[in-house]
């Protein structure tokens, strides 16, 4: 499975990115006018969108292609539903559950089987979760001290509207379909349909 290494304070920087929405606290030192760049062509815009939201979630251009298809054969507005898409990933509903403290390290705690999905455990960060779907850490990983600290630190984080997690459990449920206000991040979806219109 290919992964993306690249630095992220740095890819943050260019993609014009607070890590906050990544989940990382810190701030880079650098001077955001120190260089001054050529106005941007209207590709260079749609690019830039496309893969600001790639970084986000951590997906490289063969499966983002893909949900974009699946997106533009579903009905309603593309854009939008392609954001839905990405935000039920079980990778991003465990970071949104404060069960990680990134996405990158919620990809690799699904990856290692630490996480059931409906009872069944589940290993694949990309498995889309749907209404009504329980999300739990396993059993035996509730009483790692990984966990128990991962609780105490980011369960307190507040969870958005169309996911229900009670305080102090290792459990979650999908209680609605993401829509796109609880996108926290500022994204013209619009440019990346434009973008793969072309």
């Not at 059931?116 to 694949?124: A, D, E, F, S, Y």
């Not at 739990?136 to 966990?147: E, I, L, N, Y």
């Not at 958005?160 to 500022?186: C, H, M, N």
Request: proline share 4%.
């Amino acid at each position: 499975m290919a992964k993306n290494t690249q630095p992220v304070l740095k890819r943050c920087k260019a993609l014009g990115l607070s890590p906050a929405v990544l989940g990382y606290s810190k701030e880079t030192n650098r001077n955001p006018k120190a260089q001054t760049r050529r106005k941007q062509s209207e590709y260079g815009c749609q690019l830039m969108e496309k893969q600001k939201v790639k970084f986000i979630y951590g997906v490289l251009e063969r499966q983002f292609a893909r949900y974009y298809e699946m997106a533009e054969r579903s009905k309603g507005i593309t854009g939008e539903i392609m954001l839905q898409f990405l935000e039920r990933r079980l990778d991003n509903v465990v970071f949104r559950m404060g069960f990680a403290a990134t996405r990158r390290e919620a990809r690799q705690l699904v990856n290692h089987g630490h996480f059931t999905l409906n009872g069944k455990r589940c290993n694949i960060p990309s498995a889309l979760v749907k209404d009504g779907d329980v999300i739990a850490v396993c059993q035996k990983s509730q009483q790692s001290p990984r966990f128990k600290t991962l609780l105490e630190e980011y369960g307190k984080k507040t969870v958005p509207a169309w996911i229900e997690r009670t305080a102090d459990t290792f459990e979650g449920k999908i209680v609605a379909l993401p829509s796109r206000q609880d996108i926290d991040y500022e994204v013209a979806e619009n440019l990346i349909v434009e973008l793969y219109s072309r």
